[in-house]
């Protein structure tokens, strides 16, 4: 509110764009965990806030998005060209119209130790890899929104659960590719 307040008495309200991001969870319990180091959705996301004069209008936008996309928003509102290897892309879209579609998918990765987890959120799932075939976790984020339920195993999800493993393996190739061409 003081930033707010400044950016208002300075006289620069209509012409700055605010963004306002947190940082992620810190499991103080949940799931028998202490810490950051964790896949689960709340542990995962975390809270975000732009406003852009003459652009946003207070409604809250649903699609999903990463914080990679915070660079190539500001550089689309600011009329700059981003670098050609960023990964994100513009929110730009849903800051002008809160019902637009977000991504089809949102990636979150951490590292336990010499472990290496990987999750993929799309639709209402978050699928979890924690680098050995049984160690996997399908979540349907709709009916079980504190992911206590793993259903990586069931039958009926395996459709669900093979998206889930497709989608992160795209993701992985298409880094290895960006790695190998130099981008930083």
């Not at 998005?65 to 879209?93: N, W, Y």
Request: proline share 5%.
């Amino acid at each position: 509110g003081v930033i707010l307040d400044a950016v208002r008495a300075s006289g620069q309200w209509d012409n700055t764009i605010i963004v306002f991001v947190g940082d992620h969870g810190y499991n103080l319990g949940e799931h028998f965990m202490w810490g950051k180091v964790l896949l689960f959705e709340e542990s995962a996301r975390v809270p975000l806030i732009v406003r852009v004069p003459g652009v946003t209008r207070g409604a809250q936008a649903r699609g999903l998005v990463e914080m990679l996309d915070i660079f190539p928003t500001l550089a689309e509102l600011c009329s700059v060209k981003p670098p050609a290897h960023l990964q994100g892309r513009s929110l730009g879209p849903q800051l002008r119209d809160a019902s637009a579609a977000g991504k089809e998918w949102a990636y979150t990765v951490v590292r336990r130790g010499e472990t290496l987890g990987t999750a993929i959120r799309f639709d209402r799932w978050r699928y979890t890899e924690w680098g050995q075939p049984n160690l996997n976790e399908l979540y349907d984020l709709e009916s079980d929104p504190r992911e206590w339920t793993n259903l990586a195993q069931a039958p009926e999800f395996s459709a669900v659960a093979l998206r889930g493993r497709k989608l992160l393996a795209e993701v992985r190739t298409r880094a290895a590719a960006q790695k190998r061409a130099g981008a930083p």
